[in-house]
């Protein structure tokens, strides 16, 4: 156990926050010592637990000295301004996912860091999830020979849950490709080997009550010459969880008999303004915190195909088929939830060890997110400019 934890500073301590509170709480590798948050009422419950300062602005928590790193999780269109300002400052960043809404604001911030020298993790996505990292080791290990094809599928309801209004407005960030594409393109790119060539997609916005997009299909290719398959829908009703074993994305048991649950509880709202309410409401402070879950976290069914078998993963382990024989690899039990991305920040900061989802990682899963809308909308494949491998050598385009 580490003598010596990461100093964390939180922007931002609303529901990305509580969904990283048990690895916070547990996790010896980081200690939160101060925050910035606009509500009293989130200052005074972080005071009371963690103890050190809190602030009401980002400016205020750069300038605290006993912060060495911060953990940017204000919502997507603050992104840049909170990294430039602790980059400014000297401090490492973990800044939750998408890094970005806009390519621009993507490559200043990657550069501000680098100008600042201090590292920019993007995360949590759950390409940091257990079974994920498992399943890497094993395509390194050649369980599967050569990765061809990955074909994944997340049925939620992402759309339904209680929303700002600038979750809806797709030019603000809104809808499921930059919130929860993110979260799949980084997946697939860690176990593809990152560098992406092109992406063909198509989007759907069926619902005008939440007029942004709720779905999407997307294919992309990759340098090394495997493809990609991504179905995603948030429209709350097949529930792809159901296909794993009732273990939600979190890690927990899900109740099956609380089907249109989210669709009910929206129902009963009476404006964008009590919406809103609502999901302030879930925020620290304020509102009920997560449990300990049983599982690790997923993303949805995901199949890994190579020359000499397929990958399965789940929330327990990964499955191999091989030529020869099925085996399963079962994941270590979930000691501390997102324990990963802890360990990255400290061997970052601590090692000088970078995770794959540096900066220049989260700018290339964004850039697929908006080749995503760009293909939607004209019909035509997107070629990508801005990737990187999973050890972070750029491609040709960004070389030049
Ligand atoms: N990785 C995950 O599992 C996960 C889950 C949810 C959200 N997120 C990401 O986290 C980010 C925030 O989303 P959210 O759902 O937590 O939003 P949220 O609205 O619940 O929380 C944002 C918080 O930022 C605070 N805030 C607003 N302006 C601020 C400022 N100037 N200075 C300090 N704090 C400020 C708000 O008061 C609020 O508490 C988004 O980028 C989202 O994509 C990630």
Redesign the pocket.
């Known amino acids: 156990m580490t003598s010596d934890p990461i100093r964390l500073g939180v ?9 990283m509170l048990p690895t916070f709480r547990a996790d010896p590798r980081v200690a939160l010592v101060a925050a ?4 009293a009422a ?1 200052r005074k419950a972080f005071e009371k637990e963690f103890g050190g300062y809190t602030y009401e ?2 400016e205020d928590l750069c300038a605290d000295t006993s912060v060495e790193a911060i953990y940017v ?4 269109q ?2 840049r301004d ?1 990294v430039v300002a602790a980059a400014r400052a000297g401090k490492h960043i973990l800044v ?3 890094l970005a809404i806009s390519l621009d604001d993507g490559t200043a911030m990657v550069k501000a860091c680098r100008d600042a020298g201090v590292h920019l993790i993007v ?3 759950h390409s940091f999830d257990g079974p994920v990292v498992q399943a890497k080791c094993l395509i390194d290990e050649g369980a599967i020979g050569a990765v061809h094809m990955i074909n994944t599928w997340n049925f939620t309801d992402f759309l339904y849950r209680p929303r ?1 209004l600038e979750e809806l407005d797709t030019k603000q960030g809104g809808g499921v490709v ?2 929860q594409g ?2 799949q393109i980084d997946i697939v790119r860690l176990l593809a080997g990152g560098r992406g060539r092109n992406v063909t997609a198509m989007t759907g916005q069926w619902d005008p009550r939440r007029p942004t997009e709720g779905a999407y299909a997307a294919l992309m290719s990759f340098e090394s010459g495997a493809f990609a398959a991504f179905t995603y829908s948030g429209y709350a009703h097949f529930d792809s969880d159901e296909w794993m074993e009732w273990i939600g994305e979190l890690g927990h048991l899900k109740d099956p008999a609380q089907y249109g649950g989210a669709r009910r509880a929206l129902a009963t709202i009476a404006s964008a303004r009590e919406e809103a309410a609502l ?2 409401a ?3 402070g304020a509102g009920a915190e997560p449990s300990m879950p049983d599982h690790h976290e997923h993303f949805g069914p995901i199949i890994v195909s190579g020359d000499r078998g397929d990958l399965r993963l789940t929330p327990q382990g990964v499955h191999v088929y091989g030529d020869e024989a099925r085996t399963f690899h079962p994941a270590a039990p979930v000691d501390v939830p997102r324990s990963e991305v802890a360990k990255a920040l400290f061997d970052a900061v601590r090692c000088g060890r970078s995770p794959a989802q540096t900066g220049a990682w989260g700018l290339a899963s964004l850039e697929v997110c908006h080749a995503i809308l760009q293909s939607a909308e004209t019909g035509l494949p997107v070629n990508l400019r801005h990737q990187v491998s999973v050890t972070g050598e750029e491609g040709p385009d960004d070389r030049s």
């Open positions: 922007v931002g301590l609303g529901r990305a926050f509580m969904l910035a948050a606009p509500r989130s602005t980002i999780a204000t919502p997507h603050m992104h909170h939750d996912k998408p995360g949590p996505s700002r930059f919130s993110a979260h999901k302030t879930r925020t620290f």
